[in-house]
């Protein structure tokens, strides 16, 4: 069954892309440029930064010639506190007017913590730890056996 309105073609009207229509609005022709000049201004920070930084570090704000570079912890501030002048040089040649680097720590909002894992053992697995136990000497790793076959016993109870 195929309907009419599926096979029906429709006239269709020239419509202006969407980058046409931002640009025809100046506030978001604005926020267009500044996007552009972030991007680019992250483009040349990588790639007079060492590979291993790039990664970490983000452009922020440029302010009255001042650059804002921003970065997850105090380690990596501290290598890009002895690495400013070559990068506050390597920027002015690409042409940046920036006259000093500010080194912001950037606090990262702690990862939830993850549940602690369950290891599940087969019933197979349980009878050779137990036969595993019986071979060891008395030593510190049948000790560690023993807590495991009583650990895991718990388990196979839960489950009857």
Same mark, same amino acid.
């Given at each position: ?73 105090? @380690?990596?501030? +501290?290598? &890009? ?6 990068? !506050? /040089? %390597? #920027?002015? *040649? ?21 549940? @602690?894992?369950? +290891?599940? &053992? ?6 050779? !730890? /137990? %036969? #595993?136990? *019986? ?26």
């Amino acid at each position: 069954m195929n309907p009419a309105y599926l096979t029906k073609s429709f006239p269709t009207r020239s419509t202006p892309s969407l980058v046409s229509l931002l640009e025809r609005n100046e506030a978001f022709a604005q926020l267009r440029t500044g996007v552009e000049q972030i991007a680019a201004l992250e483009r040349d920070l990588a790639a007079a930064l060492p590979d291993y930084l790039a990664p970490n570090v983000s452009p922020g704000p440029i302010k009255n010639g001042l650059l804002t570079l921003l970065t997850a912890h105090n @380690a990596l501030a +501290a290598r &890009l506190r002895h690495l400013e002048p070559c990068l !506050l /040089q %390597a #920027l002015q *040649q690409r042409g940046w007017l920036v006259h000093a680097i500010k080194i912001r720590v950037q606090l990262q909002h702690a990862k939830p913590t993850s549940v @602690a894992k369950k +290891a599940h &053992l087969s019933r197979a697995g349980f009878t050779c !730890l /137990q %036969a #595993l136990r *019986q071979k060891i000497a008395p030593s510190p790793l049948q000790t560690a056996v023993a807590q495991m076959i009583e650990h895991q016993a718990k388990n196979f109870r839960e489950k009857i």
